[in-house]
C-alpha cells in the first residue's frame, strides 16, 4: 500500500511539471502577439488624444477680460499721515509725601464719585464782574450786542454809507457834495476840542481822536480815544491824560502803537493791547523831554535792532527822535532850528542860541532821511537827518504860523502847506516858488491830500466848511465847498479815509463828523470818447507831472 501511494504521487508530480513545460512552450512559441497587443493600446491612446484636440477646437474660445490680465502686485505697507501728539518732558523728585498726597487723592477721587453733585448758587452780575468771573467772555457778548444794536438804529446811515451814490451830480458838472452819515461825541469830553485825528491802516474802521485845548490859557486834562464807525455811540479805548493832547500817530504795521505828543512837552507811547490807562512809555526830564508843547509826531522805520522809533517837532525848536527800547525811551536830537539861521558849532553854543518855533513836519515818501519842518515866522525848512547843522532849502511860504505840512501821496517833488494867514499852496521843492496859492477867505486849520488821486486835496477851515479841490478838472477853484457845522464853530482837523469814500473832520466842540464823498469828488477827470482813464500809481504820478509842466509853461510864458 505504501508503495502504491508513493507511485501515485511521484505521477502527479511529473505530470504538474509536463502542465508548467507546456505553458512555457506556448508563451515561447507566440512573442509577435504581445507586440500586437501593444501597438494596439498605443494606437486608441493616440486617437482619444486626437479626439480630444478635436473636440477642444470645436468649442468657442472663453471671452478674457482687461481686467483678469492686470497684475495685482501685493500690498507690502500702508501708512497714514496724521499731526504729531503732543510731547511734554517732564522730571521730579519722588519722596513719601508725593506718594501719599497722591494716594490719598485717589482715595478721595474714588469716594465721591458715588455722592451727587450740590448745585451752584446763582450768581448776579455784579459779583460775577467783581470776581472776574468770565468777564472777558461777558465783556465781549455785550460789545457785540451793543453793535448790533448801534446797527440796527442807524440802519438809514449804515446803508447810505454802502450803497447812496448822489445821482444828482451829473446835472452838477464837475462840483459834488459831502453827504454827513455818523456825529461822534463822549459826554466826559465837551470843553475840549479835537486836536488830531489818525486813521489806523490795519483796521480801516478805526481812528484815533487827541482832545485837549492848544490855548494856553484853557489847559487841563486832556484824553486819547479810539473810535469805530460799527459803533459811534461810544469809543472802544479811552485813556485820559494830565494835559492836552495835540499830536497823535498810530504806528502803520504795529497798529496797537500809538505815538502821541502833549502840551506839557511830553511824549508818549500807548499799546492798545495792555489793559490800564497808563502809557508803556514816556519822556521825561532826565531823557530828553521837550520844554514846550509837542505839535507832530510820526512813525519812522525800525532801526537796526527792530525797535520802533517815531519823531517829535515840539515849540522849543527841537526836532528828536525816539527809540522804544526795552525798559525807556531813549531819545537823540537831529537838529535844531536857529532863529538866525546860524547853527550851534558844539553843546556850549547850542544853550546861548535862541531856537525858532517849530509849528509842524512831514518826511518823504520815499527818502526817510529827508523831512520838511514848518515854523511859527511862516517859513519851511527842508532838513535831512544826515545834516544836523544846515538846511537844504528854505521857502518863503506863508505870514503867519505854518499849521500844516504833507508830502504828496504819489509825486516825490510835491508837497502842500496851510497857514493861518488864509492860504493853502501847493509847492515843488525844485522851486522856491508856490506853484499854486489858493485863499479861502479864512484862516485855514489843516489840509490832507486825498489818497486815491494826485490831484485830489481838502481842507478845512475856522468858519465851518470843507473845501475839496481837484486839480486835474479845476486848477483855480474849488469842485465842493460845503458848511458842516455851524458858522460858530471851528473846524480843527480833517482825515482821508485809507479805503472807503470818506473823509472824518474834528472841531472844538469835542465833535467828529464823518461825510462820504459823492461821486463827482472822486471819480477824477474824465478821457476821450472810447479811451479809458488808466489808474494806477504810475498813472496818478503821470497826472500830477503834466499838472507841473502846464504851470511851468504858464509861467515862463508870464
Same mark, same amino acid.
Given at each position: 500500500?505504501?508503495?502504491?501511494?508513493?507511485?501515485?504521487?511521484?505521477?502527479?508530480?511529473?505530470?504538474?511539471?509536463?502542465?508548467?513545460?507546456?505553458?512555457?512552450?506556448?508563451?515561447?512559441?507566440?512573442?509577435?502577439?504581445?507586440?500586437?497587443?501593444?501597438?494596439?493600446?498605443?494606437?486608441?491612446?493616440?486617437?482619444?488624444?486626437?479626439?480630444?484636440?478635436?473636440s477642444?477646437?470645436?468649442?468657442?474660445?472663453?471671452?478674457?477680460?482687461?481686467?483678469?490680465?492686470?497684475?495685482?502686485?501685493?500690498?507690502?505697507?500702508?501708512?497714514?499721515?496724521?499731526?504729531?501728539?503732543?510731547?511734554?518732558?517732564?522730571?521730579?523728585?519722588?519722596?513719601?509725601?508725593?506718594?501719599?498726597h497722591?494716594?490719598?487723592?485717589?482715595?478721595?477721587?474714588?469716594?465721591?464719585?458715588?455722592?451727587?453733585?450740590?448745585?451752584?448758587?446763582?450768581?448776579?452780575?455784579?459779583?460775577?464782574?467783581?470776581?472776574?468771573?468770565?468777564?472777558?467772555?461777558?465783556?465781549?457778548?455785550?460789545?457785540?450786542?451793543?453793535?448790533?444794536?448801534?446797527?440796527?438804529?442807524?440802519?438809514? *446811515?449804515?446803508?447810505?454809507?454802502?450803497?447812496?451814490?448822489?445821482?444828482?451830480?451829473?446835472?452838477?458838472?464837475?462840483?459834488?457834495?459831502?453827504?454827513?452819515?455818523?456825529k461822534?461825541?463822549?459826554?466826559?469830553?465837551?470843553?475840549?476840542?479835537?486836536?488830531?485825528l489818525?486813521?489806523?491802516?490795519?483796521?480801516?474802521?478805526?481812528?484815533?481822536?487827541?482832545?485837549?485845548?492848544?490855548?494856553?490859557?484853557?489847559?487841563?486834562?486832556?484824553?486819547?480815544?479810539?473810535?469805530? *464807525?460799527?459803533?459811534?455811540?461810544?469809543?472802544?479805548?479811552?485813556?485820559?491824560?494830565?494835559?492836552?493832547?495835540?499830536?497823535?500817530?498810530?504806528?502803520?504795521?504795529?497798529?496797537?502803537?500809538?505815538?502821541?505828543?502833549?502840551?506839557?512837552?511830553?511824549?508818549?507811547?500807548?499799546?492798545?493791547?495792555?489793559?490800564?490807562?497808563?502809557?508803556?512809555?514816556?519822556?521825561?526830564?532826565?531823557?530828553?523831554?521837550?520844554?514846550?508843547?509837542v505839535?507832530?509826531?510820526?512813525?519812522?522805520?525800525?532801526?537796526?535792532?527792530?525797535?520802533?522809533t517815531?519823531?517829535?517837532?515840539?515849540?522849543?525848536?527841537?526836532?528828536?527822535?525816539?527809540?522804544?527800547?526795552?525798559?525807556?525811551?531813549?531819545?537823540?536830537?537831529?537838529?535844531?532850528?536857529?532863529?538866525?539861521?546860524?547853527?550851534a558849532?558844539?553843546?556850549?553854543?547850542?544853550?546861548?542860541?535862541?531856537?525858532?518855533?517849530?509849528?509842524s513836519?512831514d518826511?518823504?515818501?520815499?527818502?526817510?532821511?529827508?523831512? *520838511?519842518?514848518?515854523?511859527e515866522?511862516?517859513?519851511?525848512?527842508?532838513?535831512?537827518?544826515?545834516?544836523?547843522?544846515?538846511?537844504?532849502?528854505?521857502?518863503?511860504a506863508?505870514?503867519?504860523?505854518?499849521?500844516t505840512?504833507?508830502?504828496n501821496?504819489?509825486?516825490?517833488k510835491?508837497?502842500?502847506?496851510?497857514?493861518?494867514?488864509?492860504?493853502?499852496?501847493?509847492?515843488?521843492?525844485?522851486?522856491?516858488?508856490?506853484?499854486?496859492?489858493?485863499?479861502?477867505?479864512?484862516?485855514?486849520?489843516?489840509?490832507?491830500?486825498a489818497?486815491?488821486?494826485?490831484?485830489?486835496?481838502?481842507?478845512?477851515?475856522?468858519?465851518?466848511?470843507?473845501?475839496?479841490?481837484?486839480?486835474?478838472?479845476?486848477?483855480?477853484?474849488?469842485?465842493?465847498?460845503?458848511?458842516?457845522?455851524?458858522?460858530?464853530?471851528?473846524?480843527?482837523?480833517?482825515?482821508?479815509n485809507?479805503?472807503?469814500?470818506?473823509?472824518?473832520?474834528?472841531?472844538?466842540?469835542?465833535?467828529?463828523?464823518?461825510?462820504?464823498?459823492?461821486?463827482?469828488l472822486?471819480?477824477?477827470?474824465?478821457?476821450?470818447?472810447?479811451?479809458?482813464?488808466?489808474?494806477?500809481p504810475?498813472?496818478?504820478?503821470?497826472?500830477?507831472?503834466?499838472l *507841473?509842466?502846464?504851470?511851468?509853461?504858464?509861467?515862463?510864458?508870464?
Open positions: 500500500m505504501e508503495s502504491d501511494n508513493s507511485d501515485n504521487e511521484m505521477d502527479n508530480a511529473r505530470a504538474d511539471e509536463d502542465a508548467e513545460g507546456l505553458q512555457e512552450d506556448g508563451e515561447n512559441e507566440n512573442p509577435d502577439s504581445d507586440a500586437e497587443d501593444d501597438d494596439s493600446e498605443k494606437e486608441d491612446a493616440a486617437q482619444d488624444k486626437q479626439d480630444d484636440a478635436d477642444i477646437e470645436k468649442e468657442p474660445p472663453p471671452v478674457i477680460d482687461r481686467a483678469t490680465q492686470t497684475h495685482h502686485f501685493p500690498l507690502r505697507e500702508k501708512g497714514c499721515q496724521i499731526e504729531p501728539p503732543q510731547c511734554y518732558t517732564f522730571a521730579a523728585t519722588a519722596n513719601h509725601w508725593k506718594f501719599e497722591a494716594y490719598k487723592s485717589y482715595r478721595k477721587k474714588q469716594s465721591d464719585q458715588g455722592k451727587p453733585k450740590a448745585k451752584e448758587p446763582v450768581k448776579d452780575i455784579d459779583t460775577v464782574l467783581k470776581k472776574g468771573y468770565n468777564a472777558n467772555r461777558v465783556a465781549k457778548i455785550a460789545k457785540t450786542i451793543e453793535r448790533m444794536l448801534h446797527q440796527n438804529t442807524f440802519d438809514d *446811515l449804515a446803508q447810505d454809507f454802502k450803497y447812496y451814490e448822489d445821482a444828482a451830480d451829473e446835472f452838477r458838472g464837475q462840483e459834488g457834495t459831502l453827504l454827513p452819515l455818523w461822534f461825541h463822549y459826554n466826559k469830553s465837551k470843553r475840549l476840542a479835537v486836536t488830531a489818525c486813521w489806523n491802516k490795519k483796521y480801516n474802521d478805526l481812528f484815533g481822536v487827541g482832545m485837549g485845548s492848544d490855548d494856553f490859557s484853557k489847559q487841563g486834562n486832556g484824553i486819547l480815544i479810539f473810535y469805530t *464807525l460799527k459803533n459811534s455811540t461810544f469809543p472802544e479805548y479811552i485813556f485820559p491824560t494830565a494835559s492836552s493832547v495835540l499830536c497823535l500817530d498810530i504806528h502803520p504795521q504795529k497798529s496797537y502803537l500809538v505815538a502821541v505828543g502833549l502840551y506839557d512837552g511830553y511824549v508818549a507811547v500807548y499799546n492798545l493791547r495792555k489793559k490800564g490807562t497808563d502809557p508803556v512809555y514816556k519822556s521825561t526830564p532826565e531823557t530828553g523831554k521837550h520844554t514846550d508843547p505839535w507832530e509826531v510820526r512813525w519812522q522805520a525800525d532801526d537796526m535792532a527792530n525797535n520802533p517815531f519823531c517829535s517837532i515840539s515849540a522849543d525848536g527841537r526836532v528828536v527822535s525816539w527809540t522804544l527800547v526795552k525798559n525807556e525811551l531813549a531819545y537823540r536830537d537831529i537838529i535844531r532850528l536857529p532863529a538866525d539861521g546860524v547853527f558849532k558844539g553843546p556850549e553854543d547850542a544853550e546861548t542860541i535862541s531856537n525858532v518855533r517849530g509849528t513836519f518826511f518823504h515818501k520815499e527818502i526817510d532821511n529827508f523831512f *520838511l519842518v514848518g515854523t515866522e511862516g517859513k519851511i525848512h527842508m532838513c535831512s537827518k544826515m545834516y544836523s547843522s544846515q538846511f537844504l532849502e528854505t521857502f518863503e506863508h505870514t503867519m504860523p505854518v499849521d505840512i504833507k508830502w501821496t504819489y509825486h516825490p510835491v508837497f502842500i502847506s496851510c497857514s493861518s494867514d488864509w492860504t493853502i499852496k501847493v509847492w515843488d521843492y525844485t522851486i522856491n516858488t508856490p506853484m499854486l496859492t489858493f485863499d479861502l477867505g479864512s484862516a485855514v486849520a489843516n489840509v490832507a491830500w489818497p486815491y488821486s494826485s490831484t485830489v486835496f481838502a481842507a478845512v477851515s475856522i468858519d465851518g466848511k470843507v473845501t475839496v479841490y481837484d486839480l486835474g478838472i479845476n486848477k483855480y477853484d474849488p469842485i465842493c465847498q460845503q458848511q458842516v457845522v455851524a458858522k460858530k464853530i471851528k473846524l480843527t482837523s480833517i482825515e482821508f485809507p479805503e472807503e469814500p470818506l473823509i472824518i473832520v474834528g472841531d472844538d466842540r469835542s465833535y467828529v463828523t464823518s461825510l462820504k464823498l459823492s461821486p463827482n472822486r471819480k477824477g477827470p474824465k478821457g476821450e470818447k472810447g479811451q479809458e482813464m488808466p489808474k494806477g504810475e498813472a496818478e504820478l503821470a497826472k500830477m507831472e503834466k *507841473l509842466s502846464s504851470l511851468r509853461e504858464q509861467d515862463q510864458n508870464n
